[in-house]
């Protein structure tokens, strides 16, 4: 039976959930949150994705944004610039690398 993998979020002082996200690909490899946009999270994924969630509105679990062209193994690494707002490097397994801009899918 295949399980649903979920990213938690928890509130260190009190010890509860914040909030908990569907990875919608199996195990998430590499997360990482924008130094700019605070509460946008990227998540790499072991299919080959990486998801864009707005952690701010969680309102529909599956309101994400999907990048994934060129990508063709796990998503293992992933770094925001810290100053220029929608720019994400990321690093797969098979050793590749790569630079989205999040705002133009690019």
């Known amino acids: 039976m295949y399980e649903i993998v979920m990213v ?26 924008s130094p700019v946009d605070t509460g946008c999270l ?9 998801r864009i969630w707005n952690t701010l509105s969680i309102k529909n679990n599956y ?3 999907n990048f994934w062209q060129g ?3 796990k998503v293992t690494a992933l770094c925001w610039h810290p100053t220029k707002e929608g720019c994400l490097a990321f ?11 999040t705002y133009s899918s690019k």
């Not at 998540?43 to 990486?50: L, P």
């Open 8 to 33: 938690k979020c928890w509130d260190m002082a009190t010890l509860e959930c914040c909030w908990t996200l569907p990875s919608l690909g199996g195990f998430a490899y590499s997360l990482a949150f």
């Open 42 to 50: 990227a998540i790499g994924v072991g299919d080959g994705m990486i």
């Open 63 to 65: 309101d994400v944004k």
């Open 71 to 73: 990508v063709k193994s």
């Open 91 to 101: 690093g797969t397994d098979d050793g590749k690398v790569g630079l989205y801009d």
